[in-house]
């Protein structure tokens, strides 16, 4: 079956510009994660869901991004007037549920790069 | 707040040699432990984890890891590398419901022929 997939693979915008990146989980799994990776670091948790609902958005950095998954399944990740500190790969991963036993399924990422 | 630190971003061996990757959490709880590798434009994909079933865990492609409570250890290791273990690998923790992945920095492995 597919995987985790994410589409642009790359985008390249301007400073103060709007993005959208798409996140397609597997089929049936009901939580949905994103992270931000900056280079030469591991990836930081940003939000997750549980079905159509935010459970944690903890890790958003500010009030410029926002996610959104309306029917639970495809989500969507929005940054506003994106800034040159945003430019890292942003990850998608999902797993079955939210058990912390349950292995999460990492997209291939989107490489973000604001000019 | 939960962290992970992996000793070494960089580590190198000989092929064939043993692979040795560290990886300390900051837990008095024990938590969920994974090890995750990275290959060169792909995903993150996952080499094994520890869910308390058992304390020495295997994973693909040869590797285990051993959970050492004392320790709050979670090292990486296998016997002997070869030129396709080349990658990132990183160690994540989770300790709650919601499986909010904490990662480390992440060592890069370099396998010398």
């Known amino acids: 079956g597919a995987g985790v997939s994410q589409t642009p693979s790359n985008k390249v915008t301007e400073k103060g510009k709007y993005v959208e990146l798409r996140c397609d989980p597997i089929s049936g799994h009901t939580a949905l994660y994103w992270y931000r990776q900056s280079l030469g670091q591991g990836p930081e948790f940003l939000i997750y869901f549980q079905g159509t609902g935010a459970a944690d958005d903890s890790g958003l950095p500010n009030d410029r991004f926002f996610a959104v998954r309306p029917e639970g399944s495809v989500s969507t990740l929005k940054i506003q007037r994106t800034e040159r500190g945003d430019s890292a790969v942003y990850l998608c991963a999902s797993s079955l549920d939210p058990d912390g036993n349950n292995e999460q399924f990492f997209g291939p990422g989107t490489r973000l790069t604001v000019l | 707040a939960q962290s992970v630190t992996q000793l070494g971003s960089h580590v190198s061996v000989s092929e064939g040699a043993l692979v040795l990757l560290r990886c300390n959490y900051s837990s008095s709880v024990p938590p969920y432990l994974f090890w995750y590798v990275q290959y060169p434009n792909q995903g993150l994909q996952l080499l094994l984890k520890?869910?308390?079933?058992?304390?020495l865990v295997k994973g693909i492609n040869g590797f285990e890891a051993e959970f050492k409570k004392s320790e709050t250890s979670f090292h990486l290791t296998k016997p002997s590398a070869h030129m396709s273990d080349a990658a990132e690998y990183f160690c994540?923790?989770?300790?709650?419901?919601?499986?909010?992945?904490?990662f480390g920095a992440g060592t890069i492995l370099r396998v010398k022929s």
């Open positions: 994540a923790v989770s300790m709650e419901y919601g499986n909010k992945l904490v």
């Open positions: 520890y869910t308390s079933a058992a304390t």
